[in-house]
Nanobody
Framework: QVQLVESGGGLVQAGGSLRLSCAVS????????ISWYRQAPGKQREMVAI???????NYADSVKGRTAIFRDDTKNTVYLQMNSLKTEDTGVYYC???????????WGQGTQVTVSS
């Protein structure tokens, strides 16, 4: 059974930084593309960043230039480093794993990020 556990969320002032972690178990980590999504109150869930099984990355325009996604395959963990945070970055951040062979997809429980002005 695939499990994703997010951590690192919290309350931060605008302009600050946070690093989110997503620990993955129950799957061959290197075969998964890992994405971070966020959902703000009253809005649809949107993808923030993705890192493929080969290490390629892509970002939403809203976070490009101030966010980095990277993976540590020795720890089965993906990180989302967010800098210069804005109030509009507030939301619940979810980790998603997509196995590139089986196409199975799994979600974590989410971690709350609140950016105050």
């Amino acid at each position: 059974q695939v499990q994703l556990v997010e951590s690192g969320g919290g309350l931060v002032q605008a302009g600050g930084s946070l690093r989110l972690s997503c620990a993955v178990s129950g799957t061959i980590f290197s075969l998964n593309a890992i994405s971070w999504y966020r959902q703000a109150p009253g809005k649809q869930r949107e993808m923030v960043a993705i890192i493929t099984s080969s290490g390629s990355t892509n970002y939403a325009d809203s976070v490009k230039g101030r966010t980095a996604i990277f993976r540590d395959d020795t720890k089965n963990t993906v990180y989302l480093q967010m800098n210069s945070l804005k109030t509009e970055d507030t939301g619940v951040y979810y980790c998603n794993a997509n196995n590139v062979h089986t196409l199975a997809t799994s979600w974590g429980q989410g971690t709350q990020v609140t950016v105050s002005s």
